[in-house]
């Protein structure tokens, strides 16, 4: 049973910096693409960025490209997404995402298994 469970969200002023952790067990994840997505109140759930457990490369939203990193530390199981620069627009629940086969996807749809979530709130 694979479990992905979040942590490091919180309150932050804006032009801040939080570090989203994500603990992923019940398998090895060699050939997994994990995701990041976030969901602001009211709005879908909008794909963030992603990486290859094998060989770490990476995909990200252009808007956030240079102010968001993910990366993974495979001795741990764990993912992360530093977050710098923070705005009041990047307010949301983050979410961490597995997905088993296929690739990189911005499709919400396309990841197999999903963490609880974890609150990020960006004070003006």
């Known amino acids: 049973q694979v479990q992905l469970v979040e942590s490091g969200g919180g309150l932050v002023q804006a032009g801040g910096s939080l570090r989203l952790s994500c603990a992923a067990s019940g398998r090895t994840f060699s050939g997994y693409v994990m995701g990041w997505f976030r969901q602001a109140p009211g709005r879908e759930r909008e794909f963030v960025a992603a990486?290859?457990?094998?060989?770490?490369?990476?995909l990200y939203t252009d808007s956030m490209k240079g102010r968001f990193a993910i990366s993974r530390d495979s001795a741990k199981n764990t993912v992360y997404l530093q977050m710098n620069s923070l705005k009041p627009e990047d307010t949301a629940v983050y979410y961490c995402a597995a997905r088993n086969s296929g690739g990189f996807s911005f499709d919400r749809s396309n990841y197999n298994y999903w963490g609880q979530g974890t609150q990020v709130t960006v004070s003006s």
């Open positions: 990486i290859r457990w094998t060989g770490g490369s990476t």
